[in-house]
Structures are given as structure tokens and as C-alpha cells.
């Protein structure tokens, strides 16, 4: 398992300033984020990225994406590159004996888009709920991370303030009522009634929930609720939010 683009890397560099976003599905985690990201000079980490591309290589491999073993030993022959600047690429390949049965993932293939797609939404959460799975990738995040050579970098996900990056400066708790994510996901997806997207939204929640807490902020990390806000308003809130830590760091260093 390997992951993180060459150009990202640059050995020697300061550790990155880290800020850990969080939130239910359709919150606007990576939309924001990433905003947000560029306005600050920063990359961005999309964590949900893995997850969706290791359920979708097992899928094209018809491996059984609730036998934790089966997951393991794909992540072994799994090799995972994400960019974490500019417009996100991510790539899958699948070395050794495992890709026998889809030659085609011997080689890097672009799952950019394919990721994105209803079936693997509906599916992810059988790879994310094994407790070795989640382990591992968060292992690989904080590698990425630490070996980026950015100043700093936004993470994304649903563990990232309790789990991947607990000690990071700034940490964020994104969320909206289901109602609201539900119609704007709608939106992206016009072959879905708004009900539908609701129901399978929360059904997604309903089983991450079962594994990580995203809906009640860990102390020290703030809460902010965008039902209220566009998007401009919702990636100035992070703003906001990442320079006054930093302007409480710089303060508190004079
Ligand atoms: N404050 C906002 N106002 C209006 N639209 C928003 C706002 N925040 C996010 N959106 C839109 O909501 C949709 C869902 O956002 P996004 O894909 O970033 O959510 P997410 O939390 O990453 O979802 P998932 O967990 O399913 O990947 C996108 O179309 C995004 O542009
Ligand atoms: N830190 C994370 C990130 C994601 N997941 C799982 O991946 C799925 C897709 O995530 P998106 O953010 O792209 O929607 C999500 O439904 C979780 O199952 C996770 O467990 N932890």
C-alpha cells in the first residue's frame, strides 16, 4: 500500500500545519474544504477518497468487501495516489497475483470519477467499518501528510478531529441538517428524487455511525453548522476559524 504523488513530496520540510475538518456525508467536506484550502495556500486530503477507492478495486475484483481478511490482504497489493493540490487525481493500481482477475488494474487507473458514482457510496461502508482497514489507511494518511512538503494541509473525513490528527491546531466539525445536505447533493444527482438522496444519505450515515462519532464535536473541536449559510459564507467560516488559530499561536509566541 503506497500512496501520495511525487510532487507533493520534498523531504527535510516542516511538518505541515494541520486542519482537521469532520462531518456527516454531504456536508460539504470536500467542496469546503477544498476551497477553503486553495484560499489558504494549503493542500487538501480527502480521507472518504480511500475508502471509496478501496471498495471500488475490491468490487472490480469481486472480492467480499465484509471480509475484513479479504480487505487486508488487498490493501497488501493495493497502490493508492492521491494529489493533494489543484484539481484532485486519484489513482488505483493492484500489484502481484490479485489483479489476476482484472489485468486491467496491473497498471494505474484514474478512479477520479468512478469513485464518485451511487454504487460505490452505497458500498463504502463495508470496507470502512473494519477496525484493521480504518487502522491502516489512517497510518497511510499521516503519511501522505508528513511527507507533502506543504505549509499546510486541510484533512477531511469523519475521524480526523478524534483519531487520524487529535492534536491538530485547528479542528472542525462540519455539518448541516439532512434535510439541507440531502437537497443539495439532489442537485448533483438529477437521476434521484430528494427523497431518495435523503434516505440513502442517512443510511450511509446510519452505518459510519456505527464506528465513528461525527455528529457530536470531541472537546475542542468547533462546530460549524452551514444550514444556514452558502457556500462563500460556509469556506469563510473555516477561514476565520483557521486564522484565529493562527494569530493565537502567533500571540502567544511574541
Ligand atoms: N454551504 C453550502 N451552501 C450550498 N451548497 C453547499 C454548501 N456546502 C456544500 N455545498 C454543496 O453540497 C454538495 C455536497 O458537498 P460535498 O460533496 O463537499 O460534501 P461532502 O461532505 O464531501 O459529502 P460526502 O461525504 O458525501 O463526500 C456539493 O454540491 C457542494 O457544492
Ligand atoms: N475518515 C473517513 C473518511 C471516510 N470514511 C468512509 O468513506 C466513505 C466515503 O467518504 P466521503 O467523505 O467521500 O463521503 C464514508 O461514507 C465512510 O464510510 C470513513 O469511514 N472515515
Not at 508528513?146 to 462540519?174: C, F, N, Y
Given at each position: 500500500?503506497h500512496a501520495a504523488t511525487e510532487e507533493n513530496r520534498d523531504h527535510?520540510?516542516?511538518?505541515?500545519?494541520?486542519?482537521?475538518?469532520?462531518?456527516?456525508?454531504?456536508?460539504?467536506?470536500?467542496?469546503?474544504?477544498?476551497?477553503?484550502?486553495?484560499?489558504?495556500?494549503?493542500g487538501i486530503l480527502d480521507?472518504?477518497a480511500a475508502?471509496?477507492s478501496?471498495?471500488?478495486?475490491?468490487?472490480?475484483?469481486?472480492?467480499?468487501?465484509?471480509?475484513?481478511?479479504?480487505?487486508?490482504?488487498?490493501?497488501?497489493?493495493?497502490e493508492y495516489r492521491i494529489t493533494l493540490r489543484g484539481t484532485q487525481q486519484v489513482t488505483v493500481a493492484?500489484?502481484?497475483?490479485?489483479?489476476?482477475?482484472?489485468?486491467?488494474?496491473?497498471?494505474p487507473?484514474d478512479v477520479t470519477?468512478?469513485?464518485?458514482?451511487?454504487?460505490?457510496?452505497?458500498?463504502?461502508?463495508?470496507?470502512?467499518?473494519?477496525?484493521?482497514?480504518?487502522?491502516?489507511?489512517?497510518?497511510m494518511f499521516?503519511t501522505i501528510v508528513?511527507e507533502s512538503g506543504l505549509?499546510?494541509v486541510?484533512?477531511?473525513?469523519?475521524?480526523?478531529?478524534?483519531?487520524?490528527?487529535?492534536?491538530?491546531?485547528?479542528?472542525?466539525?462540519?455539518?448541516?441538517?439532512?434535510?439541507?445536505?440531502?437537497?443539495?447533493?439532489?442537485?448533483?444527482?438529477?437521476?434521484?428524487?430528494?427523497?431518495?438522496?435523503?434516505?440513502?444519505?442517512?443510511?450511509?450515515?446510519?452505518?459510519?455511525?456505527?464506528?465513528?462519532?461525527?455528529?457530536?464535536?470531541?472537546?475542542?473541536?468547533?462546530?460549524?453548522?452551514?444550514?444556514?449559510?452558502?457556500?462563500?459564507?460556509?469556506?469563510?467560516?473555516?477561514?476565520?476559524?483557521?486564522?484565529?488559530?493562527?494569530?493565537?499561536?502567533?500571540?502567544?509566541?511574541?
Amino acid at each position: 500500500m503506497h500512496a501520495a504523488t511525487e510532487e507533493n513530496r520534498d523531504h527535510g520540510a516542516a511538518a505541515p500545519i494541520l486542519v482537521a475538518i469532520d462531518g456527516p456525508a454531504g456536508s460539504g467536506k470536500s467542496s469546503v474544504s477544498r476551497t477553503a484550502a486553495e484560499q489558504l495556500g494549503f493542500g487538501i486530503l480527502d480521507t472518504g477518497a480511500a475508502y471509496r477507492s478501496l471498495a471500488w478495486a475490491a468490487r472490480r475484483l469481486g472480492l467480499d468487501l465484509d471480509n475484513a481478511a479479504a480487505m487486508e490482504n488487498l490493501l497488501d497489493a493495493w497502490e493508492y495516489r492521491i494529489t493533494l493540490r489543484g484539481t484532485q487525481q486519484v489513482t488505483v493500481a493492484v500489484a502481484g497475483g490479485l489483479a489476476a482477475a482484472d489485468p486491467e488494474l496491473e497498471s494505474p487507473v484514474d478512479v477520479t470519477a468512478a469513485i464518485r458514482e451511487h454504487e460505490v457510496s452505497g458500498q463504502v461502508s463495508r470496507v470502512s467499518k473494519h477496525p484493521a482497514v480504518r487502522d491502516r489507511l489512517n497510518a497511510m494518511f499521516r503519511t501522505i501528510v508528513a511527507e507533502s512538503g506543504l505549509p499546510g494541509v486541510v484533512i477531511e473525513g469523519r475521524d480526523i478531529t478524534t483519531v487520524v490528527a487529535p492534536d491538530a491546531p485547528v479542528r472542525i466539525l462540519l455539518t448541516a441538517s439532512p434535510e439541507v445536505r440531502a437537497a443539495r447533493r439532489a442537485g448533483e444527482l438529477p437521476g434521484l428524487t430528494p427523497e431518495q438522496v435523503l434516505a440513502d444519505l442517512q443510511a450511509r450515515d446510519a452505518k459510519d455511525a456505527l464506528v465513528v462519532d461525527f455528529i457530536t464535536p470531541a472537546p475542542g473541536v468547533t462546530l460549524v453548522d452551514t444550514s444556514d449559510l452558502n457556500f462563500e459564507q460556509s469556506v469563510q467560516a473555516v477561514i476565520d476559524i483557521v486564522r484565529a488559530a493562527q494569530n493565537a499561536a502567533e500571540e502567544s509566541t511574541v
